[in-house]
C-alpha cells in the first residue's frame, strides 16, 4: 500500500469522540494513530460517520473540523481541515 501521508503520525490509543454536524449527537471511537494532518480511528462497523464533522482526540483539546478520507470495516482515516 502507497503512504499518501503528508506528516508523520504517532501510535496511540485513545478514547476520541466524533460530533455530528449538529452537535446533537456524537460518536465514540478508539483513536490508532494521531498526527498535525489526521488521525487513524476505530468504530463500531455498523456504525455512520457523516463526511464531514468535528473530532476530539483528548478531553482537554478543543474539538477540530475533519472529513472522512476512506473506511474499510471497523477502521477509517480522517484528515483535519485547516481552521
Known sequence: MDE???DT????LLGS???FPDRLRSLDVV???L?????????DPMSDIPEHFAFKAKVDEPARTARLVWRRGGRAGIAFEAA
Open 4 to 6: 499518501r501521508r503528508t
Open 9 to 12: 503520525r504517532r501510535r496511540s
Open 17 to 19: 469522540r466524533i460530533l
Open 31 to 33: 483513536t490508532r494513530n
Open 35 to 43: 498526527g498535525p494532518g489526521g488521525a487513524g480511528i476505530e468504530v
